[in-house]
Each structure stands twice: as structure tokens, then as C-alpha cells.
């Protein structure tokens, strides 16, 4: 299986900045080809952030975090990034890194979920 541990997070002004990062571990670790972000606020549905590949590093991103958001993975293959910029209220939520064989929209297709760390933009 694969473990998930995830880092960064917390309080910050609207218009500001966030680095959340997650380190895959375990045997299964190699079969995890995709990476990404999901986020969940209080009282709303699971929402798809981004995700990339490891083989090319293709991206994908949500409509609402395009252009606000980068997700990056090093060259280890087992460290995720996402970079968030011009961060809005709306984006407060529980952020959960994900592992799976494909990148995807769809919170079911990954096998592998983080503990999952907290996001607080201010206004």
C-alpha cells in the first residue's frame, strides 16, 4: 500500500500564499503514476483540484484554481507540490492529497488518500 503524509497548510490573507506538499512511502509506491489534490469545505462535496502524471508530468487543474495553481513533482517521484497563489476565501477547505494509476477528475479513481491538511483564507 502507500502512505500519504502531507505538509503545509494554515492561515492566510485573501491574496496570499500557500505551499502544500505530500510524500508518497510504501511497497506500492511505484504503481501510483498520478498525483493530485482534492479539497472538501464545510457542508460541500468533494471537489477535484489538480493532477499530474509522473511518467510526463501532464497537468491538470480545476476551473476554478486555473492560472492560481501549480502542481509540480520532483524528480524522486514520490513528493507532491501544489503551489497556490491569489489564494480567495473560497478556497478554504480540507485539502487531501491523492495517489492512483490515472489522472482524473473523479475522486474514485485513486486508491490512496492523505490525512488531509487545512486551508483558512481570510478575507
Known amino acids: 500500500q502507500v502512505q500519504l503524509v502531507q505538509s503545509g497548510g494554515g492561515l492566510v490573507q485573501a491574496g496570499g500564499s500557500l505551499i502544500l506538499s505530500c510524500t508518497a512511502s510504501?511497497?506500492?509506491?511505484?504503481?501510483?503514476?498520478?498525483m493530485g489534490w482534492f479539497r472538501q469545505a464545510p457542508g460541500k462535496q468533494r471537489e477535484f483540484v489538480a493532477a499530474i502524471t509522473k511518467s510526463d508530468s501532464s497537468t491538470y487543474y480545476a476551473d476554478s484554481v486555473k492560472g492560481r495553481c501549480h502542481i509540480s513533482v520532483d524528480n524522486s517521484k514520490i513528493t507532491v507540490t501544489l503551489q497556490m497563489n491569489s489564494l480567495k476565501p473560497e478556497d478554504t477547505a480540507v485539502y487531501h492529497c491523492?495517489?492512483?494509476?490515472?489522472?482524473?477528475?473523479?475522486?474514485?479513481?485513486?486508491?490512496?488518500w492523505g490525512q488531509g491538511t487545512q486551508v483558512y483564507v481570510s478575507s
Open positions: 491523492v495517489a492512483g494509476r490515472v489522472a482524473s477528475s473523479l475522486p474514485d479513481s485513486y486508491d490512496y
Open positions: 510504501g511497497r506500492a509506491s511505484s504503481s501510483a503514476y498520478a
